[in-house]
């Protein structure tokens, strides 16, 4: 999904090779887990309600057989919900379980602004790509976020029929940025997927936390994140900034 409104870049017709001296010319960021982060509060109160053990639906809705069908686009999210609700109806009664099925597909969700502003900073300088395991639903759930045209583009595993840490999905992304692997920055919190990343030439980050990102962003958006002091300095002392 190409941004349309996303704004050109300064050197947005320069050779990737110059010697810009960016650490890389593309960020690959997964959504969730670094930007999207769930309120499973709901879910949680209705698994006890049922006699249920805090996370039981997740896991079920999570594994593999469940939810890679999901992810490579192979199924609908409905058909994803009926096998949650299938699986659940052994431990609940079917009505239970379909609800609590329905409620994990359609658990609230909010972004982390302060990861958005960091990666918002970014793109004056380069191309932010998503990168995400995620339904066919995710742009919609993007747009709900007011991000719709947020990246320059989105790489959905559900669009494009392959999951992280399948390298296929890391050389899309690096296409759809436009530069070379060895020139990406990829950021995840799961650490298999970094590591294929880092395996391919890129430039891994674990996420854990704002800091993370904050940290291997900083040698590109240093003149940004600058003491304000240091920026005015600077600009008092070059009478060409002024």
């Known amino acids: 999904m190409t941004n349309p409104q996303a704004v050109p870049h300064a050197d947005a017709h320069?050779?990737?090779?110059?010697?810009?001296?960016r650490p890389f010319d593309a960020v690959l960021c997964d959504l969730d887990g670094v930007i999207r982060f769930y309120d499973m509060t709901e879910l949680t109160r209705m698994e006890r309600a049922a006699g249920l053990a805090e996370g039981t639906t997740a896991e079920i809705a999570l594994a593999p057989a469940n939810d890679l069908p999901v992810l490579r686009g192979e199924h609908t999210v409905e058909q994803w919900r009926d096998a949650i609700a299938a699986a659940l109806a052994d431990h609940v009664s079917e009505e239970q379980a379909r609800e609590l099925a329905v409620m994990f597909t359609r658990t609230p969700f909010r972004a982390d602004e302060k990861v958005l502003e960091l990666l918002r900073l970014a793109q004056a300088y380069v191309p932010v790509?998503?990168?995400t395991n995620?339904?066919?639903e995710v742009e919609d759930d993007l747009a709900g976020l007011g991000l719709a045209y947020f990246a320059d583009d989105v790489v959905n595993?559900?669009?494009?029929g392959v999951v992280k840490p399948d390298p296929a999905i890391y050389a899309i992304a690096a296409e759809r940025a436009g530069v070379p692997m060895d020139r990406c920055l990829f950021v995840d919190d799961r650490a298999e997927n970094v590591e294929a990343a880092v395996a391919l030439g890129m430039t891994g980050v674990l996420f854990g936390g704002v800091a993370d990102l904050e940290a291997a962003l900083a040698p590109l958006l240093a003149p940004l994140l600058a003491p304000p002091s240091d920026r005015l300095s600077d600009t008092l002392s070059d009478p060409t900034a002024r």
């Open 14 to 21: 320069a050779d990737v090779h110059d010697l810009n001296g």
């Open 134 to 136: 995620a339904t066919p």
């Open 129 to 131: 790509v998503l990168v």
């Open 157 to 160: 595993s559900a669009r494009v």
